[in-house]
């Protein structure tokens, strides 16, 4: 079983910064992937920015230039930063881990930007 545990959320004003982490813990062997997404209300989860092993990192359109993803995979850690909120950005974050052919999802955290 693998968990993860995302924080970092909260209520910011526009222009403002929030990072968010994620911890994943249990019986991990190799992540190759590690990303988030996001949900907002009456839309489709996206993504906003993942992570390969030596890979290069992709990031959605729409936070491309404001939002950067980094992973520390000895300490199964990885972050988002996201920068120049907007109001656009809010959402519910989740954080996933791709093992295999498995994908582990966090519970999510609320990120709220307010104009």
């Known amino acids: 079983q693998v968990q993860l545990v995302e924080s970092g959320g909260g209520l910011v004003q526009a222009g403002g910064s929030l990072r968010l982490s994620c911890a994943a813990s249990g019986i991990i062997f190799n992540i190759n992937t590690m990303g988030w997404y996001r949900q907002a209300p009456g839309k489709q989860r996206e993504l906003v920015a993942r992570i390969t092993i030596g890979g290069s990192p992709n990031y959605g359109d729409s936070v491309k230039g404001r939002f950067t993803i980094s992973r520390d995979n000895a300490k199964k850690t990885w972050w988002l930063q996201m920068n120049s909120l907007k109001p656009e950005d809010t959402a519910v974050y989740y954080c996933?881990?791709?093992?295999?052919?498995?994908?582990?999802w966090g519970q999510g955290t609320q990120v709220t930007v307010s104009s």
């Open positions: 996933n881990a791709v093992m295999g052919v498995t994908t582990w």
